[in-house]
């Protein structure tokens, strides 16, 4: 079982089935640039250094600099620089020190920033939104046992206990079950995010 990367999941098809995601959730990602920063569109980041928590997270590097690409016209080789931050904070605190004109992230990542530092920064761009994260079961595993494990994470929610968990978690509505064709839109723009994904595989 894994509760994992979107892309990785439309990549795997022949080993993992998925069965469960976050109810109502989408993943988008966000560019945050400091509050006072000249930067409104896109393409204003040409010659900018653009931090990213990883080279392989979906909402917060592929989709941005996918936008970057398709959208405000970016050569991601050429016209922009690409740091990996190592985490969505630090790629924030990047933007807010001066070291990088934007940095790729997520709505929820960026809520959880102190007061004091998010008054700082803003979201100046959103992606387009794609189905969540998946939770996914190897093919191989029983489907009585996927079954289960699909029911009690439907299940998890309506327990009164589990709520500071959930809350924690940030996924306070819990989890609902789904069905592989879910992520048809992630596969529909698979090869286009597959070559964004493998280009930012190179970034320091």
């Known amino acids: 079982?894994?509760?994992h990367n979107t892309l990785a999941y439309v990549q795997q098809d022949d080993k993992y089935v998925a069965f469960a995601r976050e109810v109502g959730a989408r993943t988008k990602g966000v560019l945050v640039?400091?509050?006072?920063?000249s930067i409104s569109k896109l393409s204003d980041l040409k010659d900018q250094t653009i931090a990213i928590p990883s080279a392989g997270s979906f909402g917060a590097a592929v989709l941005p600099l996918f936008a970057l690409q398709t959208e405000g016209g970016l050569d991601l080789q050429k016209d922009v620089k690409v740091v990996v931050s190592g985490s969505h904070e630090a790629g924030y605190q990047a933007v807010l020190q001066?070291?990088?004109?934007?940095?790729?992230?997520?709505?929820r990542t960026f809520e959880l920033m102190p007061d004091s530092d998010r008054a700082r920064l803003r979201i100046f761009y959103t992606t387009k939104d794609y189905s969540p994260l998946p939770f996914a079961a190897r093919k191989d595993v029983p489907a009585a046992v996927v079954a289960k494990?699909?029911?009690?994470?439907?299940a998890f929610s309506k327990?009164?206990?589990n709520a500071p968990m959930l809350e924690a978690l940030n996924m306070k509505k819990g989890?609902?079950?789904a069905k592989p064709s879910d992520w048809d839109d992630?596969?529909?723009a698979?090869?286009?995010?597959?070559?964004v994904s493998k280009t930012l595989a190179g970034a320091k």
């Open 159 to 161: 327990d009164p206990a």
């Open 149 to 154: 494990v699909q029911k009690a994470l439907a």
């Open 186 to 188: 992630v596969r529909h």
């Open 33 to 37: 640039v400091a509050k006072a920063s």
């Open 1 to 3: 079982f894994y509760y």
């Open 175 to 177: 989890f609902e079950a």
């Open 190 to 195: 698979r090869d286009e995010l597959v070559r």
């Open 98 to 107: 001066g070291k990088a004109a934007a940095s790729g992230g997520l709505t």
